[in-house]
């Protein structure tokens, strides 16, 4: 499953997360053998997702035909153990539901062109001043 979030994350349009040596995301799957559960956790890195990011979302409800994208939702419950505790100590009632829990905030220093060029809003890309190059310019070129 960790490598069908990843790829579904990859793919989102307009790369708004890039792969490769400079970060984007790391999908990790972590399976507690003691209550049948999965921890997926999602990490973002890198220059392309730095600022405000929305948290990801649990669908559960399946919608069918008419629903763009159709999706056939996810099992709700994931814990049946009464008063059991995770290993951090965190009590877990009967019935724990689905949840996405954000470990680190985000800094939320989203710049425009990091604060390095000029966007030109109608295709979407940066001209960078002087020094400095890439989608962002973030990339420094020449001391000034």
């Known amino acids: 499953i960790a490598n069908d979030v990843d790829a579904a994350l990859q793919n989102l349009p307009n ?54 994208p159709m999706l056939d939702g996810l099992e709700y419950v994931l814990v049946s153990a009464v008063n ?12 724990t539901k689905s949840s996405v829990k954000e470990t680190t905030p985000a800094d939320y220093n989203s710049f425009e062109c990091g604060r390095r060029g000029k966007c030109d809003f109608d295709t979407g890309v940066c001209a960078c001043f002087e020094g400095y190059t890439g989608e962002a310019c973030t990339t420094l070129t020449a001391l000034i």
């Open 15 to 68: 790369r708004v997360i890039s792969g490769g040596p400079d970060g984007g995301v790391k999908v990790t799957a972590l399976s507690i053998s003691w209550s049948a559960s999965l921890i997926i956790q999602v990490t973002f890195t890198g220059t392309s997702v730095h600022g405000r990011q929305n948290l990801l979302e649990v669908n559960v409800n399946s919608c069918g035909s008419g629903c763009t």
């Open 84 to 95: 059991a505790t995770d290993p951090t100590g965190t009590k877990l009632a009967q019935g």
